[in-house]
């Protein structure tokens, strides 16, 4: 599970995800409900938006509802919950931009936040569903990220409260980036739904200032 993340500087954007960075400003480390970029197709290309983390944004949850997060959504659920069925089914893939993310570990008795990412340091891309929403000041994009299972990752299940499931983002190999944005149906797209291989990661301690 990942509610907070860092975004890749931009002059590293064209050089790994092969499209401009979109215009407009975002913030280093993304929350809920901060805007993002995300990488979508369009048509034999790609293209790069920003967009809001979290598929179902707050002012979107009816009033009386109780307020509920949409930052990560399960693979293994993800065509049968309703908050991210319809994008699932509707193949609204995309890769989003990241440099490392952050996860609990307490292995100390407390939690300490740590950062993963890739073990040469470089600019990675989770793998995400996006959703279009009209408002008042007219369209506006959202995204979440997929997770799995990691109960046996050698890395991923080290993080997290004792005794509760581990979780992991999906993480998309460069190679495979236009193949994945432009998976043409459920089956094809759970190809590339994988536990990211731990040999290739890296995780460190890193409090808050």
């Given amino acids: ?6 975004v ?3 002059q590293l954007f064209s050089e790994y995800y092969g499209v401009p960075p979109p215009i407009g400003e975002w913030r280093g480390e993304v929350y809920k409900d901060y805007f993002a970029p995300i990488v979508r197709r369009d048509g034999e290309g790609r293209r790069s938006d920003l967009a809001s983390f979290g598929i179902v944004p707050r002012e979107k949850i009816p009033p009386g509802v109780h307020v509920f997060d949409t930052m990560n959504a399960r693979a293994e659920t993800v065509g049968e919950k309703r908050s991210f069925s319809g994008a699932w089914k509707r193949q609204q893939l995309c890769l989003i931009p990241t440099q490392v993310f952050f996860e609990p570990d307490y292995e100390t008795g407390k939690s300490v936040r740590w950062a993963v990412g ?18 008042e000041g007219g369209a506006r994009l959202s995204f979440t990220m997929l997770t799995l299972n990691a109960d046996h990752h050698p890395l991923m299940k080290r993080f997290h409260k004792p005794g509760s499931e581990k979780r ?7 190679a495979d980036y236009d193949d994945w944005l432009g998976a043409r149906s459920m ?3 759970r190809l590339f739904v994988t536990l990211p291989d731990a040999a290739t990661m890296s995780a460190v301690p890193a409090p808050k200032a």
């Fill in 8 to 10: 890749p500087d931009r």
């Fill in 168 to 174: 992991s983002v999906v993480i998309i190999k460069p």
């Fill in 1 to 6: 599970m990942c509610t907070n993340y860092r």
């Fill in 118 to 135: 890739m073990a040469d340091g470089s600019p990675f891309a989770i793998a995400g569903l996006w959703r279009e929403w009209e408002g």
């Fill in 187 to 189: 089956d094809e797209a």
